[in-house]
């Protein structure tokens, strides 16, 4: 059953504390987004990957917001230092095999990140 | 700058009858469009997907439109059933940059 996995699912931090979220896409899979879930902005792009090159990040606040894919099965999305209007849902999703292009992409069940 | 809106924040409907959900973007050069849905504490699951060389997609229950000219598009639900209230998120894929950007999310919730 393949499935994208996002760890934590829920995180409790202080501000000003360094926060880092994992995801393991779909194998296979050669994209990787991240998004970020608000009341207002609804599903904010974040960050994406193809064949874990950054393709573009400049939805992140650059100065306290990286991502990274280390290797095929991991991407990480970190925070530091973290304030309290970062707290949301943010959600990892994999789309595409190698050779196709993106027709749909595949959630994972988000992390709930709530920064006090 | 928002490239997809979804005006509506919510909808209400009643069960049986027809829900439409709504949704504009701003560049006339997409060319390919989805629906998703998302539960409470899940993440959001692809429902339906159009191509702009298409101006109707069916699938069940659901059937999205698309209106080229006027940039919109729309998703069609009947009858609408309990189980459906959810919110529901239109976006667009950019297909040369590979990007897929949503919209605000409408929450629909269909009434007994």
């Known amino acids: 059953d393949a499935r994208v996995t996002q760890t934590p699912r829920h995180k409790v931090t202080e501000m000003g504390q360094e926060v880092t979220m994992r995801c393991q896409p779909i194998?296979?899979?050669?994209?990787v987004f991240w998004y970020r879930q608000t009341m207002m902005q609804g599903l904010e792009l974040l960050a994406y990957?193809?064949?874990?090159?950054?393709?573009?990040d400049s939805g992140m606040p650059k100065d306290r917001f990286s991502a990274e894919m280390p290797d095929a099965t991991l991407a990480t999305l970190k925070i530091q230092p973290s304030e309290p209007r970062d707290s949301a849902v943010y959600f990892c999703?994999?789309?595409?095999?190698?050779?196709?292009?993106?027709?749909?992409?595949?959630f994972g069940q988000g992390t709930r990140l709530t920064v006090v | 700058d928002q490239q997809v809106k979804q005006n509506s924040p919510s909808l209400s409907v009643q069960e049986g009858r027809i829900s439409i959900l709504n949704c504009d973007y701003t560049?006339?050069?997409?060319?390919?469009f989805l629906w998703y849905k998302k539960y409470p504490a899940e993440g959001p699951t692809f429902l339906i997907s159009?191509?702009?060389?298409?101006d109707k997609n069916e699938d069940g229950r659901f059937t999205v439109f698309l209106n080229k000219s006027a940039k919109h598009l729309s998703l069609h639900i009947v009858p609408s059933q309990p189980g459906d209230s959810a919110v529901y998120f239109c976006?667009?894929?950019?297909?040369?940059?590979?990007?897929?950007?949503f919209g605000q999310g409408t929450r629909l919730t269909i009434n007994p």
């Open positions: 999703a994999s789309g595409s095999r190698a050779g196709a292009g993106v027709t749909e992409a595949f």
């Open positions: 194998l296979g899979h050669n994209t």
């Open positions: 990957f193809r064949n874990r090159a950054p393709l573009d």
């Open positions: 560049n006339s050069m997409f060319d390919y």
């Open positions: 159009i191509s702009s060389i298409k």
């Open positions: 976006a667009v894929l950019i297909q040369g940059a590979q990007k897929l950007v």
